[in-house]
């Protein structure tokens, strides 16, 4: 079956870096859309990124524009998320996502990422 596993989460300073990963399996990983979603706590899913098949296209929210950089390793079924200059408004758990923004399919169990000082 579809199975969506994050790692790499943590507690991080304001200013500090962390690398998400998320390895995927039960499907053709290279044939998908992929997308990172976070939820910060009280809030509701707040799309971060999303990668075309090939990881020659990419987007990103504005509010993580010019720190986050999504990837992916179609060979070792695996998606990234590098992540730095973290903000306490990152505070939140991060999901990998199958699918685009509006259509997501499958999603991970999350990764905790906490940055505080």
């Known amino acids: 079956q579809v199975q969506l596993v994050e790692s790499g989460g943590g507690l991080v300073q304001p200013g500090g870096s962390l690398r998400l990963s998320c390895a995927a399996s039960?499907?053709?990983?290279?044939?998908?859309?992929m997308t990172w979603v976070r939820q910060a706590p009280g809030k509701g899913l707040e799309w971060v990124s999303t990668i075309n098949w090939g990881g020659g296209s990419t987007t990103y929210a504005d509010s993580v524009k010019g720190r986050f950089t999504i990837s992916r390793d179609n060979a070792k079924k695996t998606l990234y998320l590098q992540m730095n200059s973290l903000k306490p408004e990152d505070t939140a758990v991060y999901y990998c996502a199958r699918g685009s923004q509006t259509n997501i399919t499958a999603r991970g169990q999350g990764t905790q990422v906490t940055v505080s000082s």
């Open positions: 039960g499907f053709a990983f290279s044939t998908y859309i």
